[in-house]
Nanobody
């Protein structure tokens, strides 16, 4: 079992920045793919970014590329999402997820563990 707890959400003005954190506990998550997704009411969960520890690669949705950065600190069992130049359309509940294989995917159904989510609200 892996437990994921997100933090760092909040209210920010457009153009501002936030850093989300996802602390993992339970089994070591070092070999796994970690992802960030977001969801707004009435819509499906949307891929934001992934980090593949085994190959050191990252992947981003086009909508956040160049503005968001995913990183992980294995010593702290924590994954981060640095969000810069935030836009009102970035408003959503952001979820951290862990995938128990070495293969990256953008599909939410491919992730095995999820955090409870943290709200990010960007005002115009």
């Amino acid at each position: 079992q892996v437990q994921l707890v997100e933090s760092g959400g909040g209210l920010v003005q457009a153009g501002g920045s936030l850093r989300l954190s996802c602390a993992a506990s339970g089994r070591t998550f070092s070999p796994y793919v970690m992802g960030w997704f977001r969801q707004t009411p009435g819509k499906e969960r949307e891929f934001v970014a992934t980090h593949n520890w085994s190959v050191g690669s990252t992947d981003y949705a086009d909508s956040v590329k160049g503005r968001f950065t995913i990183s992980r600190d294995n010593a702290k069992n924590t994954v981060y999402l640095q969000m810069n130049s935030l836009k009102p359309e970035d408003t959503a509940v952001y979820y951290c997820a862990a995938r128990m294989t070495y293969v990256t995917t953008r599909y939410a159904q491919g992730y095995d563990y999820w955090g409870q989510g943290t709200q990010v609200t960007v005002s115009s």
